[in-house]
């Protein structure tokens, strides 16, 4: 009896890790989009850039979608990949989406001066004047119809490169991003946060509230989008969707709780005020400023979706 126990246990392992295997080696059904790891020498920062490329679907030339990663972006990969279904959702799509790698506390922007810790930072350069050819030689890119998007810190990101580059990008996206950039508060937590990845704002725009701060605020340049089709979202950092956040429950986690809420409560009121500010040049945003939703990856996926049939789809000729 022992034995026979013993033996079907032992039957009933293997027919799990039968079936594990072949759902690692088969897979699970899910459409992927096609893709490629390239290195992108950027002459601007004198380093290679890992870049992940979601190739298009279908035949011929392609637009593009720029995604930036967010405050803690790693060097070798990128959050939306690692949090989101970015890689299912554009897998039947005619665009390629580039997801460069790194740029953590840089705001992807042109730095004024070297830093210490992060180096020569000149990622506006290499997103708008070397990565695109490469897009265009080796993908397909049509160097015509391109968006970008951000999150939290690229959120504000994504806003300043439409603004300052208005010919190039058709549509722009800022999922919980901060576009009272020098505003008090606002500036502060910037410098804040870039510190907390060892570089200084003052060598990225200069002291607050200088013209560089300004140049960056995009509160301060939604005349530049008066043609470009834009998509807004935040929360209210409102935790009822999620008990690990909500004070009154038995799973509340005052760690995630810091993390998650503050930043969406200030995104939301950021937010408020462009949008504002956006329609009073005579644009029309898609707005997405929500009761609930905290400062975190599901949030974004799911705008990311939206922002893809509301803005980027009629915008690119999708």
């Known amino acids: 009896m022992l034995f026979s126990r013993a033996r079907s246990l032992v039957l009933g392992v293997v027919t799990v890790l039968i079936a594990a295997f072949a759902a690692t080696f088969v897979g699970t059904g899910v459409a992927q989009a096609d893709s490629a790891l390239i290195y992108v020498h950027s002459n601007a920062m004198n380093k290679d850039i890992p ?14 979608i720029y995604l930036l990663d967010g405050l803690r972006a790693p060097d070798d990969n990128n959050g939306w990949l690692i949090e989101t279904d970015v890689e299912q959702f554009f897998a039947d799509k005619h665009v390629n989406v580039v997801i460069p790698f790194g740029g953590g506390g840089t705001f992807y922007t042109d730095w004024e001066r070297p830093d210490p810790k992060l180096g020569v ?31 939290s810190m690229s959120g504000t990101s994504a806003l300043n490169l439409a603004a300052h580059h208005p010919d190039f990008y058709k549509a722009v996206a800022s999922f919980s991003g901060y576009p009272s950039a020098s505003s008090p508060g606002y500036a502060q937590g910037i410098q804040v946060s870039v510190g907390e990845m060892g570089g200084n704002a003052r060598n ?81 945003p898609q707005v997405r400023i929500t009761g609930t939703g905290t400062h975190w990856w599901n949030f974004w996926e799911e705008h990311l979706h939206d922002a893809w049939f509301t803005t980027f789809a009629p915008a690119l000729g999708q």
């Open 121 to 151: 930072v000149q990622w506006e350069t290499f997103l708008t004047q070397e990565l695109p050819p490469v897009m265009a030689a080796q993908f397909g890119s049509d160097g015509v119809n391109n968006a970008i998007a951000g999150l």
């Open 204 to 284: 990225m725009w200069g002291a607050w509230p200088s013209a560089s701060w300004l140049a960056n605020d995009p509160l301060l340049n939604v005349g530049k989008l008066r043609n470009t089709s834009v998509f807004v979202s935040a929360g209210t950092g409102s935790p009822l969707t999620d008990p690990t956040v909500n004070p009154v429950s038995a799973s509340f986690d005052p760690v995630k709780f810091a993390q998650m809420v503050p930043l969406e409560t200030a995104s939301g009121l950021s937010s408020r005020a462009y949008v504002a500010a956006l329609r009073g040049t005579g644009n029309n």
């Open 51 to 64: 870049v992940k490329v979601l190739t298009a679907a279908g035949d011929g030339p392609a637009p593009t």
